[in-house]
């Protein structure tokens, strides 16, 4: 069992009082905003069934959250959207979205623990490789991250472009996501620069 708390009992000691944990998700999608969170948890808590957001059922994921929102000392989110990335790259928009996360939150953080990444702000900060899932910190931001984005694409976005199956996929490359993109064309929320690959399929095709 790892010890999700092992890089926060460290900082702890040295009296790190604000420990945020930084996240993003949605990287690798074709569609909509990269989306980031800031998460600050007391000094000593343990939350139960915390881990990486990747291995967790959407419906431990949403009660997660739940718990995360009531006893954190402080939550942010933050967002790139696709004309961003095309702009920027997806590297750098996550970076940004992260950035825009940590300068949202209320309590001014004194360290910063980021899932193998920097964020472009003054402040300490740790990278650690597969922080989502050795970081209760990090673990935290990662389900507040995917649970905003999932909420996102169920609600708002899945309502905005209804033929494209938002909701359902997220936003990922499936074989019925790309088929809608080569039979209705990208919307103004498709990244661009992730459709490369696509328009070359659709020469072909046509």
Same mark, same amino acid.
């Given at each position: 069992?790892?010890?999700? !708390?092992?890089?926060?009992?460290?900082?702890?000691?040295?009296?790190?009082?604000?420990?945020?944990?930084?996240?993003?998700?949605? /990287?690798?999608? !074709?569609?909509?905003?990269? &989306?980031? =969170?800031?998460?600050?948890?007391?000094?000593? !808590?343990?939350?139960?069934? %915390?881990?990486? #957001?990747?291995?967790?059922?959407? $419906?431990?994921?949403? @009660?997660?959250?739940?718990?995360?929102?009531?006893?954190?000392?402080?939550?942010?989110?933050?967002?790139?959207?696709?004309?961003?990335?095309?702009?920027?790259?997806? $590297?750098?928009?996550? /970076?940004?979205?992260?950035?825009?996360? %940590?300068?949202?939150?209320?309590?001014?953080?004194?360290?910063?623990?980021?899932?193998?990444?920097?964020?472009?702000?003054?402040?300490?900060?740790?990278?650690?490789?597969?922080?989502?899932?050795? #970081?209760?910190?990090? @673990?935290?931001?990662?389900?507040? @991250? $995917? %649970?905003?984005?999932? /909420?996102?694409? $169920?609600?708002?976005?899945?309502?905005?472009?209804?033929?494209?199956?938002? =909701?359902?996929?997220?936003?990922?490359?499936?074989?019925?996501?790309?088929?809608?993109?080569?039979?209705?064309?990208?919307?103004?929320?498709?990244?661009?620069?992730? !459709?490369?690959?696509?328009?070359? &399929?659709?020469?072909?095709?046509?």
């Amino acid at each position: 069992m790892t010890d999700l !708390l092992k890089h926060e009992k460290e900082h702890w000691e040295q009296s790190y009082q604000y420990i945020a944990g930084i996240d993003e998700v949605g /990287r690798g999608c !074709l569609f909509g905003d990269v &989306v980031a =969170a800031a998460v600050i948890l007391p000094a000593g !808590l343990v939350l139960e069934g %915390v881990d990486d #957001s990747k291995k967790l059922s959407e $419906k431990k994921r949403e @009660a997660l959250f739940e718990q995360i929102m009531e006893q954190a000392v402080d939550v942010s989110v933050g967002y790139a959207d696709a004309e961003t990335i095309d702009r920027i790259n997806i $590297k750098q928009a996550a /970076r940004l979205a992260m950035k825009r996360a %940590v300068l949202g939150l209320a309590v001014a953080p004194d360290m910063l623990f980021i899932d193998a990444e920097k964020v472009d702000v003054d402040l300490p900060q740790l990278s650690i490789i597969k922080g989502d899932a050795t #970081s209760q910190s990090i @673990a935290a931001a990662s389900i507040i @991250a $995917k %649970v905003t984005r999932d /909420r996102l694409c $169920k609600g708002e976005w899945e309502a905005r472009y209804p033929e494209y199956g938002i =909701a359902i996929h997220k936003g990922y490359a499936t074989k019925f996501h790309r088929e809608q993109i080569l039979a209705l064309g990208p919307t103004p929320m498709h990244r661009r620069s992730f !459709l490369k690959n696509l328009e070359v &399929v659709q020469e072909t095709l046509f």
